[in-house]
């Protein structure tokens, strides 16, 4: 039997490691982070869109592991504030404030709108040592709640009210979430294009 391939994630954080893990272990690959090689360094996202911000993360990281790296860039947008926080959801507000503070920021900002509409968005980017690039991106679609609703999840989480639930996003269960998260749609569709990548390469 050949050996699995390695993989590394190129993301730091422990919420999105944990979602991806879970997702990535339907393919036969062998899923490292960037704690099991060291890597340390930060990398400056210089895009002007998801994909772009994705595709420098997995690029860098698979220059300095000489691994497939598989990053992804996600935030949240929301139709009231003109696509904001987007690209800027991570640090929204102040780079220092806590989640929690963030989503308060967030909620203050919307205190007397009555459209609410907003989308997660997910791009997930993998980087082969070999130059390629492959790519899916996926959307969860909802509303933004008056106030903070639940303590699972990360992010923005306990402010988004998914379509067709009534529960924010922070109340549903890891599987739950993994249904119909935006990174999740995303890693479903790039697991099939990973395979289907991985079959061609293999012929």
Same mark, same amino acid.
């Given at each position: 039997?050949?050996?699995? @391939?390695?993989? &590394?994630?190129?993301?730091?954080?422990?919420?999105?490691?944990? /979602?991806?893990?879970?997702? +990535?272990?339907?393919?036969?690959?062998?899923?490292? $982070?960037?704690?099991? +090689?060291?890597?340390?360094?930060?990398?400056?996202? $210089?895009?002007? $869109?998801?994909?772009?911000?994705?595709?420098?993360?997995?690029?860098?990281?698979?220059?300095?592991?000489?691994?497939?790296?598989?990053?992804? %860039?996600?935030?949240?947008?929301? %139709?009231? +504030?003109?696509? @904001?926080?987007?690209?800027?959801?991570?640090?929204?507000? %102040?780079?220092?404030?806590?989640?929690?503070?963030?989503?308060?920021?967030?909620?203050?900002?919307?205190?007397?709108? /009555?459209?609410?509409?907003?989308?997660? &968005?997910?791009?997930? &980017?993998?980087?082969?040592?070999?130059?390629?690039?492959?790519?899916?991106?996926? /959307?969860?679609?909802?509303?933004?709640?008056?106030?903070?609703?639940?303590?699972?999840?990360?992010?923005?989480?306990?402010?988004?009210?998914?379509?067709?639930?009534?529960?924010?996003?922070?109340?549903?269960?890891?599987?739950? !979430?993994?249904?119909?998260?935006?990174?999740?749609?995303?890693?479903?569709?790039?697991?099939?294009?990973?395979? %289907?990548?991985?079959?061609? !390469?293999? +012929?």
């Amino acid at each position: 039997m050949k050996d699995m @391939r390695n993989y &590394v994630l190129a993301t730091a954080n422990p919420g999105k490691i944990k /979602e991806m893990q879970k997702i +990535l272990s339907d393919l036969s690959i062998n899923i490292l $982070t960037r704690e099991d +090689l060291a890597i340390t360094f930060d990398i400056e996202e $210089t895009g002007t $869109t998801f994909l772009e911000n994705a595709t420098i993360k997995a690029k860098a990281i698979c220059a300095a592991s000489g691994l497939p790296s598989i990053a992804d %860039d996600s935030g949240l947008v929301i %139709d009231a +504030l003109g696509g @904001r926080p987007g690209l800027f959801s991570s640090s929204y507000g %102040d780079e220092k404030f806590t989640s929690s503070e963030r989503n308060l920021f967030l909620l203050s900002e919307m205190k007397n709108m /009555e459209q609410r509409s907003a989308k997660f &968005v997910c791009t997930i &980017v993998c980087a082969f040592p070999e130059g390629e690039i492959i790519s899916a991106t996926g /959307e969860c679609f909802g509303t933004i709640l008056k106030e903070p609703i639940g303590t699972g999840g990360f992010g923005y989480d306990p402010v988004f009210l998914p379509s067709g639930f009534d529960k924010s996003m922070a109340e549903l269960s890891a599987d739950e !979430k993994n249904k119909i998260s935006h990174r999740a749609s995303a890693l479903f569709k790039f697991v099939k294009i990973l395979k %289907d990548y991985n079959s061609e !390469k293999s +012929l």
